[in-house]
Protein backbone atom coordinates (compact mmCIF):
# COMPACT_ATOMS: atom_id res chain seq x y z
CA UNK A 1 0.00 0.00 0.00
CA UNK A 2 1.34 3.47 -0.96
CA UNK A 3 -0.12 7.24 -0.28
CA UNK A 4 -1.14 8.42 -3.58
CA UNK A 5 1.19 10.51 -5.61
CA UNK A 6 -0.61 13.24 -5.29
CA UNK A 7 -0.38 13.34 -1.42
CA UNK A 8 3.72 12.59 -1.91
CA UNK A 9 4.11 15.58 -3.75
CA UNK A 10 2.33 17.94 -1.97
CA UNK A 11 4.23 16.39 1.17
CA UNK A 12 7.51 16.88 -0.50
CA UNK A 13 6.46 20.49 -1.44
CA UNK A 14 5.19 21.46 2.62
CA UNK A 15 8.54 20.12 3.13
CA UNK A 16 10.59 22.34 0.61
CA UNK A 17 8.64 25.35 2.01
CA UNK A 18 9.54 24.69 5.85
CA UNK A 19 12.57 24.68 5.44
CA UNK A 20 13.14 28.43 3.85
CA UNK A 21 13.18 31.18 5.94
CA UNK A 22 10.23 33.12 6.97
CA UNK A 23 10.71 35.97 4.74
CA UNK A 24 11.62 33.86 1.41
CA UNK A 25 9.11 32.59 -1.15
CA UNK A 26 9.77 29.92 -3.85
CA UNK A 27 8.48 29.75 -7.40
CA UNK A 28 6.66 26.56 -8.12
CA UNK A 29 9.01 25.66 -10.87
CA UNK A 30 12.15 25.86 -8.43
CA UNK A 31 9.93 23.56 -6.06
CA UNK A 32 9.57 21.07 -8.83
CA UNK A 33 13.10 20.97 -9.53
CA UNK A 34 14.10 20.40 -5.97
CA UNK A 35 11.61 18.02 -5.39
CA UNK A 36 11.45 15.89 -8.63
CA UNK A 37 7.91 17.06 -9.02
CA UNK A 38 6.29 17.46 -12.73
CA UNK A 39 5.42 20.95 -12.75
CA UNK A 40 1.97 20.77 -14.42
CA UNK A 41 1.07 18.41 -11.17
CA UNK A 42 3.00 20.17 -8.88
CA UNK A 43 1.02 23.74 -10.08
CA UNK A 44 -2.72 21.86 -9.40
CA UNK A 45 -1.50 20.71 -6.30
CA UNK A 46 0.19 23.91 -4.65
CA UNK A 47 -3.66 25.36 -6.07
CA UNK A 48 -5.65 23.07 -3.76
CA UNK A 49 -2.98 23.89 -1.02
CA UNK A 50 -3.48 27.57 -1.53
CA UNK A 51 -7.56 27.44 -0.96
CA UNK A 52 -7.08 25.06 2.33
CA UNK A 53 -5.01 27.93 3.79
CA UNK A 54 -1.68 26.04 4.56
CA UNK A 55 -0.06 28.30 1.26
CA UNK A 56 0.56 32.06 0.47
CA UNK A 57 1.34 33.12 -3.01
CA UNK A 58 2.72 36.35 -4.26
CA UNK A 59 2.99 37.77 -7.84
CA UNK A 60 5.82 39.57 -9.16
CA UNK A 61 9.56 40.17 -8.39
CA UNK A 62 10.06 38.09 -5.53
CA UNK A 63 6.99 36.42 -5.39
CA UNK A 64 6.46 32.34 -5.47
CA UNK A 65 4.74 30.65 -3.04
CA UNK A 66 5.55 30.56 1.07
CA UNK A 67 3.74 28.39 3.73
CA UNK A 68 0.50 29.86 5.19
CA UNK A 69 0.52 28.36 8.59
CA UNK A 70 3.49 27.54 11.19
CA UNK A 71 5.15 24.17 9.95
CA UNK A 72 4.54 23.11 13.46
CA UNK A 73 0.88 23.96 13.11
CA UNK A 74 0.50 21.55 9.69
CA UNK A 75 0.46 18.10 10.22
CA UNK A 76 0.96 15.40 7.49
CA UNK A 77 -2.72 14.16 7.41
CA UNK A 78 -3.70 17.75 6.72
CA UNK A 79 -2.17 17.56 4.42
CA UNK A 80 -3.01 14.27 2.99
CA UNK A 81 -7.01 15.15 4.03
CA UNK A 82 -6.40 18.14 1.66
CA UNK A 83 -5.25 16.63 -1.85
CA UNK A 84 -6.86 13.12 -1.11
CA UNK A 85 -9.94 13.82 0.98
CA UNK A 86 -9.00 11.47 3.80
CA UNK A 87 -6.36 9.45 4.82
CA UNK A 88 -5.95 5.94 5.15
CA UNK A 89 -8.22 3.06 5.04
CA UNK A 90 -7.47 -0.82 4.94
CA UNK A 91 -10.83 -2.06 5.22
CA UNK A 92 -14.44 -0.82 4.95
CA UNK A 93 -15.87 -3.53 7.69
CA UNK A 94 -19.66 -2.13 7.34
CA UNK A 95 -20.46 -4.84 5.04
CA UNK A 96 -17.59 -7.88 5.82
CA UNK A 97 -18.91 -10.87 5.81
CA UNK A 98 -18.52 -13.29 8.70
CA UNK A 99 -16.67 -16.35 8.73
CA UNK A 100 -14.13 -17.72 10.89
CA UNK A 101 -11.18 -15.17 11.84
CA UNK A 102 -13.31 -12.05 9.76
CA UNK A 103 -13.72 -10.54 13.20
CA UNK A 104 -9.79 -10.94 13.87
CA UNK A 105 -9.31 -9.66 10.63
CA UNK A 106 -11.45 -6.60 10.70
CA UNK A 107 -9.78 -5.79 14.67
CA UNK A 108 -6.37 -6.04 13.08
CA UNK A 109 -6.63 -3.90 10.43
CA UNK A 110 -8.87 -1.46 11.79
CA UNK A 111 -6.00 -1.15 14.33
CA UNK A 112 -3.42 -0.84 12.15
CA UNK A 113 -5.20 2.01 10.03
CA UNK A 114 -5.83 3.82 13.90
CA UNK A 115 -2.02 3.24 14.36
CA UNK A 116 -1.16 4.71 10.92
CA UNK A 117 -3.13 7.45 10.68
CA UNK A 118 -2.33 8.43 14.32
CA UNK A 119 1.13 9.03 13.27
CA UNK A 120 0.20 10.93 10.59
CA UNK A 121 -1.83 13.70 12.74
CA UNK A 122 0.91 13.21 15.13
CA UNK A 123 3.49 14.52 12.58
CA UNK A 124 3.94 18.12 11.61
CA UNK A 125 6.08 19.41 8.54
CA UNK A 126 8.04 20.82 10.75
CA UNK A 127 8.91 17.38 12.43
CA UNK A 128 9.33 16.17 8.86
CA UNK A 129 12.31 18.66 8.14
CA UNK A 130 13.72 19.03 11.46
CA UNK A 131 16.53 16.64 11.09
CA UNK A 132 17.55 17.64 7.61
CA UNK A 133 17.99 21.68 8.96
CA UNK A 134 19.33 20.65 12.44
CA UNK A 135 19.49 23.71 14.71
CA UNK A 136 18.55 26.11 11.74
CA UNK A 137 15.22 28.07 12.58
CA UNK A 138 12.43 26.40 10.77
CA UNK A 139 10.84 28.41 8.48
CA UNK A 140 6.72 29.71 7.81
CA UNK A 141 5.03 32.44 7.11
CA UNK A 142 2.29 34.43 8.30
Known amino acids: ?3 SKKADYALRAMAILAALPPDRTMMAQEMADAGKIP ?3 LEQ ?3 VLKRGGF ?3 K ?3 GGGYRLGLESRLIS ?3 IIEAVDGELLRFLDSKDYPEFPGAAGIVRCLAGAED ?4 QLRDTSIEDLIRPDVGDAMVGYGI
Open 1 to 3: MQI
Open 39 to 41: IKF
Open 45 to 47: ILL
Open 55 to 57: LRS
Open 59 to 61: RGV
Open 76 to 78: VAD
Open 115 to 118: ATNR
